[in-house]
């Protein structure tokens, strides 16, 4: 049963960066815009998350300051692709070399600092809790409030008239102008939105999962995020299932070796998660048909009303 406890806690405490970047670009992607910049915008929002909850003595600042530095790359993105009409691709690519120079090349003076980071919430109430209690114990608020955003993003898709204009911008966007939608300004606020969660995401790496700042701290979660949002079929509920299963494999390389056992070899354990990511590229291809089926049409696709 410890075993077990152990291995939950460590999936759930390892799983909400993933969860952020993926639901972040599962929103970009309904509006029609593919983000490959999420690995960029993670490493300057773990950056600018810690250093300004360092300097400012404020946790809250510090997530601020992290959607605002991913923000800014966002927009950036959604400049070239919305309004320059520019490939998404290589727009994205370009977001993630400049992201990754500049954590790299402005955090060099910050590598080895401490500073705030978010606590477990053990040694409360909580501890009493029947079965759950020691699980939550090794969690801290801010991976928990992560996981609030599942059921709201499905809420916000599904039953409200901005999910409804998102999907309309991403899966036919002349449609939706001739029906009032204003397609350019969804764009923006899909990409910056997903901008956003990338630079939670890498908040939270940096001031709760492994407090501190590191060059590539986050470890290729970028480019994992963004295929669980195929794995996931672009469905928030199962992004979280993605992610949970992404939290499982990185805390059975955790279990193994604090356990010693070796029925995997360590190097396969660290190779499990970017395997997973293959796999799901492998299986969307193999089920091509019925996942295609929920690809937004326009995904991709620059819009102009010229046309």
Known sequence: MDDLIFIVAITLKSSPAVLLASLGELISERGGILNLGVEGMM???????????????????????????????????????????ADQVISGLAVTILGTGLSSFLGRPFI?????????????????????GPLLAQQNLFGLLCLAAVPALMYLLGRTWL?????????????????????????????????????LAGAYLSLAYTPGWKEGM???????????VIFATWHPLRALL????????????FY????????????ILHM?????????LVLVTVLEKPVLGSVPGALGKPFSREE
């Open 218 to 228: 986050t470890g290729g979660q970028g480019w994992i995020a963004i295929a669980m």
């Open 272 to 280: 499990l998660p970017y395997l997973l990511t293959v796999g799901v």
């Open 256 to 267: 193994f070796q604090a356990t010693g056992i070796e029925l995997i070899p360590a190097y």
């Open 112 to 132: 080895g600092q401490t500073g705030l980071h978010f606590s477990s919430i053990g040694g409360t109430w909580i501890d009493g809790l029947p079965l759950i």
């Open 242 to 253: 993605g992610a949970l299963l992404f939290g499982l494999l990185n805390a059975l390389q």
């Open 43 to 85: 490493l300057v929002g773990a950056l600018a998350g810690f250093v300004t909850a360092r300097q400012s003595a404020s946790l809250a600042l510090g997530l601020c300051g992290a959607m605002a530095a991913a923000g800014l790359l966002a927009l950036l993105h959604a400049f070239l692709c919305v309004h320059l009409r």
């Open 163 to 199: 999910g409804l204009y998102i999907r309309a911008a991403g899966q036919d966007p002349a449609a939706a102008d001739a029906a009032g939608v204003p397609v350019a300004a969804i764009r923006y606020g899909c990409t910056l939105f997903g901008g956003c969660m990338a630079g």
